[in-house]
């Protein structure tokens, strides 16, 4: 199956976003030029898409902007680790080449395993959501009934388990239901699977720990026996 040709709305859609895809490239890299490349990078993978499954262009492009920029700086560990960066957000076409298609599932599967590693839920559902889909924080802090203090302090925490070495045993059921979301929003721009999975997600933690505290036993002091 060949990529639709490049129409004057696609080419007009990807330069009415580029100031934000470099803005994204630039907050992850810390470098004007690098993050111009990212943006060229993203230029090249939008003519080779399959456009036409791409319901929200916008969406599509920033993820694959996001990728690219986080993968520039995880080369280095990338290279020693022989594993993706976090995000995966480029169609697969598996019609037009099974075998890419197949490693680019197996890129995500990588992806999403290491989310859920080391990230709790609400931890992953901020990330995805700010670093992978450029989501202001103040929509993230709506989203997951948040402050949006407390959202920032989740990505920020993100960043640092991402980059630290600990991991935690994963559910294959959690990562199937993760990995289909992910790939559902990266082949169409169509967020509302992944946005639901990761509420509810995010929300069952914080259920969980507020019947918790309501569960914990009472201290009662022992009585004071006073002498006659």
């Known amino acids: 199956m060949s990529t639709p040709a490049l129409t004057a709305k696609d080419t007009a859609g990807f330069h009415d976003v580029r100031p934000r895809l470099f803005g994204v490239a630039y907050r ?60 995966s957000p480029e169609p697969i076409d598996g019609e037009a080449d099974p075998a890419l298609g197949a490693e680019r599932r197996d890129e995500l599967v990588r992806a999403v395993q290491l989310l859920l590693e080391k990230l ?68 169409t721009g169509d967020l509302v699977r992944l946005e639901q999975l990761l509420a509810a997600d995010a929300g069952a933690v914080a259920a969980a720990r507020v019947a918790s505290v309501t569960r914990l036993p009472v201290r009662r002091e022992a009585p004071v026996r006073v002498a006659a």
């Open 120 to 187: 709790s839920p609400p931890e992953r559902a901020v990330c995805v959501l700010r670093e992978a889909f450029d989501y202001a924080y103040r929509d993230i802090a709506e989203l997951l009934a948040l402050s949006e203090a407390n959202a920032r302090q989740l990505v920020a925490r993100a960043r640092r388990r991402l980059a630290g070495g600990h991991r935690r045993p994963v559910d294959a059921g959690d990562r199937e239901r993760l990995l289909e979301a992910f790939l559902a929003a990266a082949q």
């Open 28 to 87: 992850i890299l810390g470098d004007a030029c690098e993050a111009e490349d990212v943006v060229q990078d993203a230029w090249i993978r939008w003519q080779r898409a399959d456009r036409s499954v791409v319901r929200d262009p916008a969406a599509f492009l920033v993820a694959t902007a996001t990728r690219l920029a986080i993968n520039v700086t995880q080369s280095a560990r990338a290279r020693r680790e022989t594993q993706v960066g976090p995000w």
